[in-house]
């Protein structure tokens, strides 16, 4: 079979679909090629089944703490697999809704692994679909309805958007049982007991917000001198004592240097200040980052530059062959969901000749949806006086606003950070309830070059958690009202 395609995505996670469906919004001729779960790791196994197991714990963890609300609730109980059966139902909800909107838009659907066979070079590009060359990690979802199938297909265009995997220490390897990746923390088949934790970014951080919500014996080994190390210092201070206060034991400086499986988890010899310990926990999850999917593209027979594993591209998502372009994780940090969504818009407007402003990177929000939560965008305290710059800091404790004290929230900050001499926003940061749901303010602040006055004259409603967010910014002129 030989189908021409104007543009050729290969993978249907969010960076794919979304290119997809603006390709065929400006009438290009568009197909998808995907081997595994349409929605990619983001729909099927990261953002949006983590947010359903961190909402139940969320519930779980409200109802313990019913007595501090004047309500009485018996104490209140899980059964795991119930838990994670919902999480799967949201993930197959919104897998199934992808199939819906590539089927509206009239994109096609290729169900297979793809790989480059020839370049363009004034012609179309070649790409061969076939079956996968590895069985999927775990059970893939259901091939959706009217998909086509294997064979040799051309396009004018193809974007690479194969996302990421979990990236494997060596000896350390995850082998399903013990040593868990995402793919099993998102689907135990029981609680454990204890669980080790190694690596604090986002994934790690946020499986052990919910594993010890849910009651296990929680240790994060980090081997960099603060958790949640891409976020602020002091947001990350202040969401570390809070972690330690319910429980969680965070190492920090410390490197785990060998996984030893017994009869009932693992032991782990964990080096930190020159001294060694060794722990005994039924599980450890490997959180130590992801790593493009670059391989069996054929992406370098064809003359594709890979650059320390993931594909080199513009501020357009070109490659340096002509046709080829690449989006998403697999054209590298950061590894968000809606920086990928962009890259797909960006990269589809660019080939069909508007004007489509590149991304800029300093302006990506970054959450995570532990408890606290954890937001943030643009450069942080230190990073803004690394880059030379004389800065303005505010700061807004959850302490003194009404709506987290009503809300029981009282545990919490945010933080921003402006350039003392121009007044530009260079950052904002933020931890505590729903300050997820907050920054886009920010982002919007930031992208729209609004200057301290501008959001100094802003009137928030009240009462919100986002007077803090004015507040803070009153606080980096000496203007807070509320501390
Ligand atoms: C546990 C976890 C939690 C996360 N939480 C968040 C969050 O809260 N917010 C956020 O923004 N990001 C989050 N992320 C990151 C987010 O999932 C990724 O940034 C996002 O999925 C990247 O999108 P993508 O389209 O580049 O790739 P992916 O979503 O990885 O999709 C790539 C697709 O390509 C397919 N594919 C690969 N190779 C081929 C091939 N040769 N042929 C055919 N198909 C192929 C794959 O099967 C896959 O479906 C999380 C990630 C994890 C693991």
């Known amino acids: 079979m030989t189908d021409t395609y104007d543009i050729l995505i290969i993978g249907g996670g969010p960076g794919g679909y979304v290119a997809a469906i603006r390709a065929a919004q ?31 714990a969320e519930i779980y963890h ?22 994670v059966k919902r999480s799967r139902g949201v993930s197959a909800q919104l897998n199934g809704g992808v199939s819906m909107l590539m089927k509206k838009n009239k994109i096609d659907i290729i169900w297979g692994e793809a790989k480059l066979s020839k370049a363009g070079k004034g012609g179309p590009v070649e790409v061969t679909v076939g079956e ?9 979802n259901p091939v959706p309805k009217g998909v086509l199938g294997h064979g040799a297909y051309k396009a004018k265009h193809v974007i690479v958007a194969t996302g990421a995997r979990p990236r494997v220490l060596p000896g350390i390897e995850p082998d399903g049982d013990r040593i868990w990746t995402y793919f099993e923390a998102m689907k135990p088949a029981a609680m454990p007991k204890s669980l080790i934790v190694m ?47 319910q429980g969680m034991k965070i190492l920090i400086d410390a490197k785990v240097a060998k996984v030893a499986k017994t009869g009932s988890g693992v032991e782990v010899t964990i080096e930190q200040g020159g001294k060694t310990q060794v722990l005994s926990a039924e599980r450890l999850i490997s959180a130590v980052g ?15 530059v890979i650059e320390r594993g993931l594909v080199k591209i513009d501020a357009y998502g070109r490659t340096n062959v002509e046709g080829v372009y690449a989006i998403g994780d697999v054209a590298g940090a950061p590894m968000l969901a809606h920086k990928a969504e962009h890259e797909g818009t960006i990269c589809v407007e660019k080939i069909k000749g508007l004007d489509a402003h590149p991304m800029k990177k300093t302006q990506i929000p970054g959450c995570t949806y532990c ?11 230190a990073k803004a006086k690394e880059g030379g710059r004389e800065v303005k800091v505010g700061r807004f404790r959850f302490i003194g606003n009404g709506k987290a004290i009503a809300l029981g929230e009282p545990d919490g900050m945010v933080k921003t950070v402006f350039d003392a001499k121009t007044g530009e926003l ?24 609004t200057t301290e006055e501008d959001l100094m004259h802003t009137v928030f409603p009240h009462p919100t958690l986002s007077e803090m967010m004015h507040e803070s910014v009153l606080d980096a002129y000496g203007k807070v009202i509320h501390m």
Not at 72 to 82: G, N, R, T, V
Not at 132 to 140: H, T
Not at 426 to 448: D, N, P, Q, R, Y
């Open 426 to 449: 260079l950052g904002a940061h933020m931890v505590g309830a729903e300050v997820t749901e907050l920054i886009h303010g920010f982002v919007i602040a930031m992208g729209l070059e």
């Open 290 to 304: 992801v790593q493009g999917n670059t391989e069996g593209l054929n992406l370098e027979g064809v003359g594709v």
């Open 371 to 381: 408890q606290p939560q954890i937001a943030s965008v643009g450069l942080t305290e």
């Open 132 to 140: 996968p060359s590895k069985p999927a990690v775990l059970p893939q």
């Open 26 to 56: 400006l009438g290009f001729k568009t197909a998808v090629v995907e081997r595994e779960h349409m929605g990619g790791i983001c729909l099927n196994w990261g953002c949006i089944p983590t947010k359903a197991l961190l909402r139940s």
């Open 62 to 83: 409200y109802a313990e703490h019913a007595q501090n609300y004047g309500l009485e609730i018996a104490k209140p109980s899980f059964q795991m697999d119930a838990v």
């Open 199 to 245: 690596g604090s970014g986002a994934i790690g951080i946020e499986f052990a917000s919910f594993y010890r919500t849910m009651g296990a014996d929680v240790t994060v080994v980090e081997l960099l001198p603060q958790i949640l190390p891409v976020e602020d210092a002091e947001i990350a201070a202040v969401a570390r004592k809070q972690f330690e206060k």
